[in-house]
C-alpha cells in the first residue's frame, strides 16, 4: 500500500509539473506569435483573422500597407511599397484586440535584377523574364513597362473584360 501512495505522489507531482511546462510553453507561443512581425511581399496580400470583430483599424503609414476588413473578423492586409508599419485594430468599445507590426518586403522568387550604370532593371522569370514594376527601378525602363502594362489594360477594357475584375462591362 505504501508503495501505491509513493507512486501515485511521483505520478501526480510529474504530471503537474508537466502541465506547468505545457501552460509556460503556450504562454511563450502566445506571446511570442502577438509580438511577431506580420511579412507581406510588396504587391501581396495575407488575411488575418482577428479575436473579435474590428471597430477601428489603424494604419501607421497607409503608403506601405493598407487594410480591407471581410466577413466580420476577417482583415486582409495588403503590402502597397517597401518598408515598415503598424496596425492596431479596436473594437467598437475600444479595447484593443490586434496590434502588430508590418514588414513589407521584395518578392525574391524567381526575381532577376540587372544593375548597370544606368541603374536597375527588375524582372521575373516564371519560366520567361519579363519586365516588373519595381519602385527603385531606372526611370526609363519603369515608363516602359507602365505604357506597356496600361496598353494592356486598355485593350483588354476594349475586349469588355479585364481579369483584375476592375474593368467596366
Do not use: H
Not at 505504501?2 to 507561443?29: H, I, V
Not at 521575373?124 to 519595381?134: D, V
Not at 506597356?148 to 473584360?161: E, F, I, V
Amino acid at each position: 500500500m505504501k508503495q501505491d501512495a509513493n507512486f501515485a505522489r511521483s505520478t501526480l507531482a510529474g504530471l503537474g509539473l508537466f502541465g506547468c511546462l505545457a501552460l509556460a510553453s503556450l504562454a511563450t507561443a502566445t506571446s511570442a506569435n502577438a509580438g511577431a512581425d506580420v511579412k507581406i511581399p510588396v504587391d501581396q496580400a495575407r488575411v488575418v483573422e482577428l479575436a473579435a470583430e474590428p471597430g477601428t483599424v489603424i494604419v501607421g503609414n497607409p503608403t506601405i500597407a493598407d487594410v480591407t476588413l471581410r466577413n466580420g473578423n476577417l482583415m486582409i492586409i495588403q503590402g502597397k511599397a517597401y518598408g515598415e508599419t503598424n496596425i492596431i485594430v479596436l473594437t467598437t468599445d475600444g479595447e484593443q484586440i490586434a496590434n502588430m507590426d508590418v514588414v513589407v518586403q521584395a518578392r525574391n522568387k524567381n526575381a532577376l535584377w540587372i544593375y548597370s550604370s544606368q541603374g536597375r532593371k527588375s524582372f521575373r522569370c516564371s519560366p520567361f523574364c519579363e519586365g516588373e514594376l519595381n519602385t527603385g527601378d531606372n526611370a526609363e525602363f519603369f515608363t516602359s513597362i507602365t505604357t506597356q502594362n496600361q496598353g494592356k489594360l486598355s485593350a483588354a477594357k476594349k475586349s469588355g473584360s479585364t481579369s483584375s475584375g476592375g474593368g467596366e462591362q
